[in-house]
């Protein structure tokens, strides 16, 4: 497969979680990473009472939530960085950690995708090599 076009799939699953399995025949997978990550990023939205944290706040919650892909985009646009009112401030750390989560696992799902992809790309990638249960140095 040309690296460019599995680029581009890969930017589409990043952009809309569960796109790029649903493009290579995975429906099933593909409709339940968009559900888990989509349902994980609002309620951590909802429970963050619509605050976006931005990286000079915290840099590695605003990476995580990066992983999130338009989700992470529309968060940014639509909502503030000030609280609203809803929750007690306590509950902006949890909700940041369910979108960092959702974030960080679309992107882990898109590595595997990709590593996935790139075995079977080589010669002789297709076979499934088990690791050796010898550890050296060990009696």
Known sequence: ?????????????????????????QRIKALLFFGIILVCT?????IADFRFVRYSDNPFY??????S??????????????????????????GLLYTCVAGILNLVILLTLHTQLTKKSRPGGTEDKQPSREYPGLT
């Open 62 to 67: 605003y990476i995580g939530q990066f992983g």
């Open 1 to 25: 497969m040309n690296q460019f076009k599995s680029l581009l799939i890969l930017i589409g699953g990043w952009c809309v979680p569960g796109l790029a399995h649903f493009y290579y025949g």
């Open 69 to 94: 892909g338009l989700i992470f985009l529309l968060n940014s646009v639509f909502t503030s960085v000030t609280p609203r009112g809803f929750l007690p401030l306590p509950y902006y750390e949890i």
């Open 42 to 46: 609002v309620l951590g939205i909802i």
